[in-house]
């Protein structure tokens, strides 16, 4: 006869034949546990570069070389196509700002200015005209309507009146049918009358702006060659000395040909070198920063050469301070290209960890950990670049290369 089990046997056999489950999950959990430490990657604070976002101004730059060249030549071109009619000052003399050199013949010049003007006065005229006649055509439209309208009351009049006919038998079915055929043409005529009317209000608006526009344009026109006739005196724009001047009275001088040759002996610009990777950004009138041990001078580019030698573009700087006292021939200098310019943006200091593209990952730090975090990038300049989200100011970032960590989310810093 078999003997039961008692209940605490049951228990314990159980227990037992958990026990050997019990201690593998706790041995991989301590496995875990003890790996998971002795695994994660670390870093030490020394060996990374942590720089605050912060908040303030940001210039996209370029980089170039520049060598320090005297200023010893400036071209005056002609301002349009002349004669040459005096000749005041020539080669050799000193002058001072704003001296009369030469003087233009100013005759054909002063023809098309004052031939520019009939065509203004007249252009003018044809838009006022054409603008009365706009009006007219409105209003005759309108008219038009207004009659159309008063023609279909007197239809519809009529329509009840053969109805009425038809009734007593004064009036056919046929008259009846024909009166309100009558009366469904002039609605739709009416129609036809009103679209043309809301399209010609609409087309005559934007004709009206059309001619505006011209006219704009003219004056513009009249107003360059204005000044192009002041310009017919040519006067020195700084001191220097005359090193060249066409002396050639009676010749005549296309638009942009060379009148005189001014040095200034004391002035310095910048010869730059970039590379042709930038010559697409690259334009004249762009500021630039030049940089001279501790001193910032400002200029702006002035010419580009357009041959490309040995992938490098050339081109040359008007400095605002061109007797600056850290200018010397032949000096080496750096050029900042400022191509663009924000102010009061996100921003950070750049690193080795700033790649090309328009969004990438960097490593925020939060107490000792760095947790990696997708940023949207702007601008980029020498020193900052702009944060267009990711991050706000106040937070810390690893700009130095930290490629080893890229395949983890996140990772401990070690002081």
Do not use: C
């Not at 942590?50 to 071209?75: C, M, N």
């Not at 209003?139 to 008063?150: A, E, F, N, V």
């Not at 605002?320 to 200098?333: C, G, M, Q, S, V």
């Amino acid at each position: 006869m078999d003997k039961e089990i008692s209940k605490s046997e049951q228990s314990k056999n159980k227990l037992k034949s958990f026990l050997p489950i019990i201690l593998i999950i706790s041995v991989l959990a301590l496995a875990y546990y003890f790996l998971k430490g002795s695994l994660q990657k670390k870093a030490a604070s020394k060996d990374i570069h942590i720089v605050s976002v912060e908040k303030g101004d940001i210039r996209e730059t370029l980089s170039a070389a520049g060598t320090v060249v005297a200023a010893s030549e400036r071209v005056i071109n002609s301002p349009v196509t002349t004669e040459i009619a005096e000749v005041i000052l020539t080669t050799g003399t000193a002058v001072k700002k704003g001296d009369l050199i030469l003087k233009l013949d100013k005759e054909y010049t002063l023809l098309e200015y004052e031939r520019f003007q009939d065509e203004l006065a007249l252009r003018k005229n044809n838009i006022e005209k054409l603008k009365l006649q706009f009006d007219k055509d409105l209003r005759d439209l309108d008219y038009q309507d207004q009659i159309k309208g008063l023609q279909l009351s007197e239809l519809a009049t009529q329509v009840d009146d053969q109805k009425r006919l038809l009734e007593i038998g004064g009036a056919t079915k046929e008259e009846l049918e024909s009166a309100q055929l009558q009366l469904k043409i002039s609605e739709i005529e009416k129609k036809v009358l009103e679209n043309e009317l809301s399209f010609k209000r609409a087309v005559n608006t934007t004709d009206k702006e059309s001619l505006q526009l011209e006219y704009a344009i003219q004056s513009k026109k009249l107003k360059e060659l204005k000044r192009k006739l002041a310009e017919t005196k040519v006067d020195a724009p700084t001191d220097g000395v005359i090193t060249w001047v066409n002396e050639n009275i009676g010749v005549t001088v296309n638009q942009g040909e060379p009148l005189v040759k001014l040095a200034n002996l004391d002035r310095y610009r910048i010869e730059g070198t970039t590379s042709d990777r930038n010559s697409k950004k690259l334009l004249e009138g762009l500021p630039v920063e030049v940089r001279i041990g501790k001193d910032r001078l400002q200029g702006q580019i002035t010419r580009i050469l357009p041959e490309i030698v040995n992938n490098t573009v050339r081109f040359y700087v008007s400095l605002n301070e061109e007797n600056h006292k850290a200018l010397r021939p032949n000096l080496r200098t750096e050029i900042n290209i400022i191509v663009n310019n924000k102010e009061d943006v996100v921003k950070a200091k750049r690193g080795h960890a700033l790649i090309g593209t328009k969004a990438q990952y960097f490593y925020k730090v939060v107490g000792n950990e760095a947790i990696k975090t997708r940023v949207t990038k702007g601008l980029v300049s020498s020193e900052f670049f702009e944060i267009e989200s990711g991050l706000q100011v106040g937070d810390r970032i690893i700009v130095s290369d930290v490629s080893e960590f890229d395949h983890m989310d996140r990772f401990i810093i070690e002081k």
